[in-house]
Every structure is written in structure tokens, then in C-alpha cells.
């Protein structure tokens, strides 16, 4: 899953109005939707069947309150079962105090024609304490249970208005009514790149508060052929001011459909406890919205008569101040017209693996053939990378062992060659890592700013030579670093260049560490100076749980990043096929610079 948040501070966050994702829609979404980068690495080993990429949306009704003092806090998580096992596709965001919500984030799924494909949904109240972190991080046993709806995609496919409404059971087999419904509707997945920036703000807003100023924000929805709405977006809310301006919201069509859409633009003054109270209400397409910005004109809000006669025409306006069409580029865009990743590996000597000879050590090479783990994560890993690299000669260096001069290294050629890191493939890769476990001694501690460093000089030089490379760090390991400062910092310098960096963690440890470094709370790590890391580029998997089955590897490693790749390409505006060198970033400040 991705990185959509809960209603975040109580539910003032933006929803919905993201950038573009490493698929092929603008989304927000928590997951479960088809990456078109797994989806090509499948298709390209023949394992893809005929699908169509559809999007649910879904709404419940009269759901049960378990909160004492307000509303449940709901949320749906969405399950397919493949062989008899749930597997989950998807999480909406958190709506507070609300028993009838409509949730805004889209689940994504893959219809297969052949396929009966059984879809589960569960419905959480979910504690205040999880309201301010991802959706994917919320632990599904410390929230309360509020039913459980199932069906099959067809079901919902087949009927002439694409929605099926499920009454919530007690779930788990049972069939004793909860009381509430939920009601899915599936749309199917329009394939465009054509994405819409756009800056709304609003003037003469009507107060709504006694002791302050109202708290605005915007819902937008989409009205359907078959009536009614489906929202598609929310803004942030804006504290007391009844002139906000709201971030860039960035719509594209498979949201709003096509410029001649109607589009219900509902403008609330925020409230905690869910009861927004509506301010104004507008409907205007995409084209009249456009127009407003070429005009420079504002469009007034009106407010429902109460007694079902004219509505009444407000003061306040609604002005666009941005209105641009955009093309946004995929991962594979970039990968079809000559991008590579290249691979690089850093693996974790330190003497916690255990002595390399005994069967229990993380590091004992069995004669049988049987891998140990960190042959295991090079080459499972190894092979999916170097599917999207043509020359496969990979950098490879250990760290955390003494070597032959007798010294403590963080950062040593697993190769014989002093001044070569780069061996042949991913086997060179296992023959060098076999080798060096006889070459040097296991010690520690475990430090990874060395190896970061190093890669991301790597990184830095290439930017004017080879602008259609970029660079992925895999660094296994099995412990606590000790250098956690040290390694914030060099993530920091050396998020403005083409590296990703993904740890796979090997063996029974816990991995607090990694999961911060990850910053999947989002939260971009910040530097001892101040200076905040300009996107995200870790990425943490262990091992334990691609073995249990839990996670794919592939979908684990592809999961973030195209998406970090994205974020690289959109931040210096190249597009695919570029082969003009661009000044893309500041040459990389080593350790021995300050930050």
C-alpha cells in the first residue's frame, strides 16, 4: 500500500487531490490498485492474463456506534481470497464521527474476465489514537469491528448501475445482521495522462463560528449518469479564514471524467466532532472551472432554501487562481524509452549474523545448494532489479568486517580487486559475497553511512554523463545500526539524486530502525541541521515476511519505488527519451561538507 493517510489532525487533511502515483492514475490511494511496474514485470515473463482495471467506490449507511461520547470513526478494508486465503487490496481513509460516511479513497482492482474473484470488506471503528498515521499502519485488532460485506466482482460489474448494496454481518462465516449496509460501486480505470493542476480559494466566506473566524474546506464530488455524486477529492481544512486559499489539488480525468462533467463543489466549515456545517454549494464542470481562470471571475456560492424553494445566492465566491493540463509520465514511460535502474548491493558482515561456519549463522554457505538468507534476498532481489538494467555489472561492498590489513571496514569491495566494486550479474554478486566470507573476519558495529556515502557519489557522477540511469541501493543487514544519526544525514544529502534505497532485513531481529528510516508515517527525515530529506527514498522489507507469504517480493520492492523514481523525474521536470544533459541537482556534499 501506499502512503494515504488517516483523517489527519481530526480529519483536516487533504484527500484525494494528490500527485500522480507510480500506476497509472492520480491517486491517493492506500493501495491495492495494479502498479503498472509489476504488472509489466509480469507481463514481460508471460505470467499476465486479460484484465480491466476497475476503481471502487464505496459508502455505508446506519453503520453501529461504538464510541461513547461521539460517532464511530469508520474505515473499509477490502479483501480478495485466492486459494482460500484473504489477501488485502486496499484500505479507505478514516471518516471521524460519521455513521453514514461516503469515503473518498478509491480501492483498485483487477477485474479477470475467467476469474471468480470474491471480494471481502470489513469495517473498523477505528481508535482517535491511529488518526494521525498512515491507513496502512493501523492495527487492525486494536480497532472495533463494525460488519462485514461480501460479494463477487462480477456481481458488481453486471449491474446496470456498477453498485451493489451488502448489509454488514458479524463476519468470520457468521450471518447474524450487524444493522448498517455498505454499498460498492465499481467504475472502470480510463487509461490518461492528461492530469489537471488547479488552485482554488474562496472570498466573503459566511462565518460560521461565534469566537473565530469558520475553518473552510472543499469537498468535490462527481455527479453519475445514474444520479447522485461520488466525491473524489477533499482539500485540507484552512483555520479560521473566511478568504483561504487551498493547496494544488491535482485531478485527472478518470477522476472527474471529462471537462463537460457536472462537478458539486460543497464548501464546510470544519467541525471535530464530524457535523460540518455546510457554507455554500456550486456546480460547475472542469471547462467552466477553466474559464473562471481565464476570466479572472468568481462564481457564487448558493445555500439551499430550507423549505425546498429557491436556493439563495451567497456573497461568498469561489476563484481559480492555477489551471494547467499536465502529462504525467509512468514508470514505464520512462523505462520504454531507455531509463535503467542500475543495481548496487552493500551486505552486513558484523559478528551478530554468527560465525559463518556453524549451520546457525545467518552467513553458513550449505554444500546442499540451499541458501542461506542473504543469498537468498541478493538473489531474489537481484533478479528483479536487473530486469530493468541491460550491462548487469553492479557495484557490490561489505561493511561491519575486519579485513586482511587488519582494519575495521564499513565500506569494503566484495570483490578481490581493491579498486573494482563492480562484478558480473547477480551471480558475480554471490561469488564475490561467497568468497569475501573467507577473506575477512565478522565484527561490527553496524554502520550504513559509509556505504550510503559511497552510492550516492556514484549517483552524483553520473548525473551529467548518464541522465537516463538511476541508481537503487540494496543494503541486507540483520541488526540495530548504530549509526542512526549518521545514516539520517546521508539520506538527507543524498535524496536530490537519482538513488533509492532499499534494506532488506534478514534473520529474527526487530527492525524499529528501518521502519523509521522508511518514513512511511509521513514524515520526511529531517537532518541534525534542520534540513528536511526533498522526497522519500527508503524502502524497508523483511524477509520474514516475504518467506511467511504475507508479501510478494516483487510487489514489495516495486511498491515505492517507481514511485521514488517519479518523484526524482517530476522534481527536475525530465521527461522520457531526454537525452539532453540537464543541471539536474548540486554537486553531492560528502560527510567532510557540512549539511
Partial sequence: MGGCFSDVKGGQAAVGGGRRSAGNAVTDSSGGGQNDAVDFYFRSHGLQGLFTQVELSLSASKLLDRDITSKSDPMVVVYTKKNGVLQEIGRTEVILNNLNPQWIEKVSV?????????????????????????????????????????????????????????????????????????????????ASRSVVEIVLRCSHLDNKDVFSKSDPFLRISRVVETGGSIPICKTEVVKDNLYPVWRPLFLSMQKFGDKDNPLVIECFNFNSNGNHELIGKLQK?????????????????????????????????????????????????????????????????????????SPDSLHYIDRSGRLNSYQQAIKEVGEVIQFYNTDCRFPAWGFGARTR?????????????????????????????ANALHNVSLAGPTLFGQVINKAAEIAAHSLFANINKYFVLLIITDGVLTDLQETTEALVRASDLPLSILIVGVGGAIFKQMEV???????????????????????????????????????????????????????????????????LAQPYASTSMQN
Avoid at 477485474?111 to 470489513?122: C, K, S
Avoid at 575495521?408 to 561469488?431: D, K
Wanted: proline fraction near 4%.
Fill in 110 to 190: 483487477a477485474f479477470h474476465f475467467e476469474t471468480v474473484q470474491p471480494l471481502i470488506f470489513r469495517v473498523y471503528d477505528i481508535d482517535t489514537k491511529y488518526c494521525n498515521i498512515p491507513v496502512k499502519t493501523i492495527k487492525l485488532s486494536d480497532q472495533d469491528f463494525l460488519g462485514e460485506a461480501s460479494c463477487v466482482l462480477s456481481e458488481i460489474i453486471t449491474k446496470q448501475s456498477r453498485s451493489l448494496t451488502l448489509c454488514l454481518k458479524d463476519g468470520h462465516g457468521g450471518s447474524r445482521n450487524l444493522g448498517g449496509s455498505l454499498t460498492v460501486r465499481a467504475e472502470e480505470t480510463i
Fill in 285 to 357: 464542470s472542469m471547462g467552466d472551472l477553466e474559464k473562471l481562470y481565464r476570466e479572472k471571475s468568481g462564481a457564487n456560492f448558493v445555500i439551499p432554501s430550507s423549505h425546498g424553494g429557491y436556493e439563495k445566492v451567497l456573497k461568498g465566491q469561489l476563484f481559480v487562481d492555477h489551471f494547467v493540463e499536465k502529462t504525467q509520465f509512468s514508470f514505464i514511460d520512462y523505462i520504454s524509452s531507455g531509463f535503467q535502474l542500475n543495481f548496487m548491493v552493500a551486505v552486513d558482515f558484523t559478528a551478530s549474523n554468527g560465525d559463518p561456519y
Fill in 405 to 433: 590489513d587488519g582494519n575495521i571496514s564499513h565500506c569494503f569491495n566484495l570483490s578481490t580487486a581493491p579498486t573494482q566494486p563492480e562484478v558480473e550479474g547477480v551471480e558475480g554478486i554471490m561469488r564475490a559475497y
Fill in 517 to 583: 528510516l522508511d518514513a512511511d508515517n509521513g514524515h520526511r527525515l529531517e537532518s541534525s541541521t534542520g534540513r528536511v530529506a526533498t522526497r522519500d527514498i527508503v524502502q524497508f522489507v523483511s524477509m520474514r515476511e516475504v518467506h511467511s507469504g504475507e508479501i510478494s517480493l516483487v510487489e514489495a520492492l516495486l511498491e515505492e519505488l517507481p514511485e521514488q523514481f517519479l518523484s526524482y523525474m517530476r522534481n527536475r521536470d525530465i521527461k522520457p527519451a531526454t537525452t539532453t544533459p540537464l543541471h
